[in-house]
């Protein structure tokens, strides 16, 4: 994983504690939504709002710097990586990341050259799995 602040540097976009601490978060969850994320930024910029919030992940967004996990629930967010699928636990809602073989990567590339390839997969996680809640 990059180095937070060169995915800044690299971009359009100034480096501002907010879009670090932004970009931390999602390091740290994984995924979060901007509700998820908004619950811990304002604990260390007690003034910021939830607006600013938004403007700064729609930036981040635009400039590839992090991607939009559409869930048929709320959307939640990650740093950009190469394409990957989604395990979506039924119970919790708990995301997970599930590498996508490289031979079905380049097939589709081939086919479908700069696809945007969503996968989910839906189940019961370990954890749940382990509670006997399935
Ligand atoms: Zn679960
Ligand atoms: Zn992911």
């Known amino acids: 994983m990059k180095n937070l602040k060169s995915l800044l540097e690299e971009s359009n976009l100034k480096i501002t504690p907010q879009r670090l601490a932004i970009l931390k978060e999602l390091e740290n969850k994984g995924h979060a939504s901007i509700e998820e994320i908004y619950e811990t930024i304002k604990e260390m910029f007690p003034s910021i709002s939830l607006a600013t919030i938004y403007k ?34 039924k119970k919790c809602g708990k995301v997970e990341d599930i590498p996508l073989n490289e031979v079905i990567n380049k097939n589709i590339e081939e086919k479908y050259p700069n696809s945007h390839k969503e996968l989910y997969i839906y189940g019961i996680c370990k954890n749940c799995q382990k509670n006997g809640n399935s």
């Open 56 to 89: 700064n992940i729609n930036s981040l967004k635009e400039e590839g710097i992090i991607s939009e996990v559409c869930l048929h629930q709320k959307p939640k967010f990650e740093i950009s990586k190469i394409p990957h699928a989604h395990f979506i636990c």
